[in-house]
């Protein structure tokens, strides 16, 4: 991929860059030739950007290689501040629902339930044998891939970080339920929005303040 991948990008407001490539190249590995070349990306603070291409086109690529995962063969990389990473392949570990979403953090129970209201899991918990507190089989083999899609977002997002990549979240997941996920977790109304708000009387007013980097097909 590359430069010539078209990139979406929507700041609301000036600032500060919280994610940054400067002619960034990037190989899977060092003797590898690029994947990513003369790659330079902005992206300013509290920005919603959505990163669309041909399939194979680097999407995920992209994403590894703002966490590090590719090897840097030129350029700079900078990414401020705590970070979320939904991966294309949403992965589920064997233990209840409650804990893949909570993930070993602190229990907040009315931040949970509104994460898990929001990521659009309340119809699956009636659904599943003892709700939240179903255990998940290996690789999530008792789960749909919507389902899995939605456990793998809410950790995220309980996670409360500053920097979200989500690559692909919505693809296992109904046209309306992708609707519901997008304007209760990413849009101007969304948690991830109100969760900053209501700790960060500095930021009181911005539309999105943190920075939500979400990569589509
Ligand atoms: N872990 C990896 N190791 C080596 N090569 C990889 C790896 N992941 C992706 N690639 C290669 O990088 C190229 C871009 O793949 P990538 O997964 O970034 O595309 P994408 O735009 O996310 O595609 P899709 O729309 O199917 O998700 C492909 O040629 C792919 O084979
Ligand atoms: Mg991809």
């Known amino acids: 991929m590359s430069s010539s991948v078209p990139l979406l990008c929507l700041p609301l407001f000036p600032g500060s860059d919280s994610i940054s490539i400067e002619d960034g190249v990037f190989s899977w590995s060092r003797n590898d030739t690029p994947s990513l070349k003369r790659l330079s990306v902005h992206v300013p603070d509290g920005s919603l950007v959505a990163v669309v291409g041909h399939v194979g ?75 939240d507190g179903t255990e998940i089989g290996e690789k999530g083999v008792n789960l749909s891939g919507g389902q899995k899609q939605r456990v793998s977002l809410a950790r995220a997002v309980y996670c409360d970080c500053a920097v979200y ?53």
Not at 60 to 71: D, P, R, V
Not at 97 to 115: M, T
Not at 198 to 213: A, L, M, S
């Open 57 to 131: 086109s680097g999407k995920s690529s992209l994403l590894s290689a703002l966490l590090g995962e590719m090897e840097k063969l030129e350029g700079s990389v900078s990414v401020k501040g705590s970070v979320a990473y939904v991966p294309q392949q949403a992965w589920i570990q064997n233990a209840t629902l409650k804990d893949n979403i909570v993930f070993g953090q602190e229990r907040k129970e009315s931040w949970y339930h509104r994460v898990v209201e929001a990521c659009a899991l309340l119809p699956d918990l009636e659904i599943l044998p003892a709700g």
């Open 165 to 217: 990549l989500l690559d692909d979240p919505l693809s296992a997941v109904d046209a309306h339920v992708g609707k519901h996920i997008f304007e209760k977790v990413v849009g101007p109304q969304g948690v991830l929005k109100d969760r900053v708000r209501g700790r960060n009387p500095k930021t009181e007013g911005r539309v999105y303040n943190r920075d939500v980097f979400w990569c589509v097909c």
